[in-house]
C-alpha cells in the first residue's frame, strides 16, 4: 500500500545524517493519520511488531475505526 511505502520511506530517513526530509515526513504523517499519540507509534511502539510498518498501519486503522474516522482510501 502507498501509506506502508510512505513508512518505508520514514524509516529510511531515519537513518540519514540530517532531518532536513525526515521533519516534513514527520509532520504530513501526523497531518494524515490524527493519531493522538502522533509519531511515538514509530519510535516508541509498545512492542516490537508495532514499531514495523505493518503494525503501525494496523494500529492507525483501528484507532481511526474506533473513533468513527474514514480509514485511508483503497489504491486502484
Known amino acids: 500500500s ?3 511505502d ?3 520511506v520514514i524509516f529510511s530517513e531515519n537513518e540519514s545524517d540530517t532531518d532536513e526530509t ?3 515526513l514527520l509532520e504530513y504523517f501526523e497531518k494524515i493519520t490524527e493519531y ?7 519510535y516508541y511502539p509498545e512492542t516490537e511488531s508495532d514499531g514495523t510498518p505493518e503494525g503501525i ?3 492507525i ?3 481511526r475505526e474506533s473513533q468513527g474516522l ?3 482510501k483503497k489504491s486502484k
Open 36 to 42: 493522538p499519540d502522533g509519531t511515538d507509534l514509530i
Open 70 to 72: 474514514p480509514c485511508f
Open 61 to 63: 486503522k483501528e484507532w
Open 6 to 8: 510512505f513508512l518505508r
Open 2 to 4: 502507498e501509506f506502508i
Open 57 to 59: 498501519l494496523n494500529i
Open 22 to 24: 525526515l521533519d516534513p
